[in-house]
């Protein structure tokens, strides 16, 4: 297993449409989706000429994270489920997970402000010891649908999108906005594809791409650099190992959004959590074994997944249209877990791999991909 860290930098608006109505494409979201990301990178090395990729869509060995802004400079975090900002004149931003153990006992709600407002899944930058929106641009563009045949304007098929812009305003400064991701290469064959694709320049490889809607009118333009790194997993399984030592449970967060498919009297439906994590699947191929904990609340069993919800909708190049829409967790989720009698070892070793390469095969398509937490990623 190889991992290779991404950087993006925007060279035109980019359109991250996730709804459309009345003909208006709206994008309420501020990162590249997994599956965007994937999908422009597998195009190019289509495009190039390496027509073997397709077999990425039944037989997947690369993993595309999430791409999030950043600043360079600058730390930036996903806002969890307990986040958030106040009502008042500064409009502070700040968490209430000071303690994990709150979260297993359920007593967090309790510490709720009512003059906040929850801000769950926006991407955050601290500067001058606070945290800031990282909150993209967005500009208004329309376009008309061009008959093929005819080669002109389809009546009633004019479009407007919102397309983001690389840059932010914050107390009169602007930002310009990059994009962090990683791929994670589980066959090692990822590299022959960089070495005839891509411009190496020393240990980095450099390329333009196309992202997101509108490519063939000259949106979505990025410069994309891409660098294997050396990812210590025996270093992070070891955290996670201290900190389960002294606890019988784990706080997962959603670094991408979380479902489960289960089977109905009415069909197939989805739910926002995984009820059980098994670390000894083909898919992870390490050992042990997590069950999502549960409270007794009012007489009635409150499973511990904190979290707002998001459909989750995308395009099948292999079939050429729509996948089905779904509801998953929204990012920052969080879920408490009990460990098993597993080695505690070989379990924190489990979840160190499972943040990489996800909890199962729909990693691929950018869900289920977790963030142990040890603390509160806001707490520092």
Known sequence: MKVYSVEISLESPLILATSIERNIYESNINFIPGKTLRGAILSKLYRDGFKEIVGESSNPTLIFHPAYPFIRGKK?????????????????IFSIMDDLELLKNGRIVE??????????????????????YISLKRIRL???????????????????????????????????????????????DFHKYLEKSFEKRGDTYISKIFIGKGISRGFGEAKISIKENKVDLDKRASEIERFI????????????????????????ASRPYIEKI????????????????SIDLKNEERILYYGSRSLFSGWSIKLNRPTPIFSTSMIGSLYVYSISDSDTHLLARGLAKAELVGLN????????????????????
């Not at 996903?78 to 008042?88: D, E, L, V």
């Not at 009512?114 to 945290?131: A, E, P, R, W």
């Not at 329309?142 to 812009?165: F, P, Q, W």
């Open 111 to 132: 510490k709720i402000h009512l003059l906040s407002k929850n801000i769950q899944g926006h991407i955050l930058f601290k500067d001058n010891g606070d945290y800031k």
């Open 142 to 188: 329309e376009s008309t649908s061009i008959e093929k045949n005819l080669g002109k304007a389809r009546e009633g098929m004019l479009y407007t999108y919102e397309a983001v812009v690389p840059w932010i305003d914050v107390d009169g400064k602007t930002y310009h906005v990059y994009f962090s991701s990683k791929i994670i290469d589980v066959k090692g």
């Open 245 to 268: 030592e002294k606890k019988d449970f784990i706080v997962i967060e959603s670094y991408t959004p979380f479902v489960e498919f289960t089977v109905t009297k009415e069909g197939l």
């Open 278 to 293: 098994d670390l000894s699947s083909r898919w992870i191929g390490e050992n042990g074994c997590l069950k999502i904990m």
């Open 76 to 92: 930036s975090v996903i806002a969890h489920a307990f986040t958030y900002q106040k009502k008042t004149e500064d409009m502070k």
């Open 361 to 380: 095969r729909l990693a691929v398509i950018g869900l289920n991909i977790p963030l142990v937490l040890l603390k509160d990623p806001l707490g520092d």
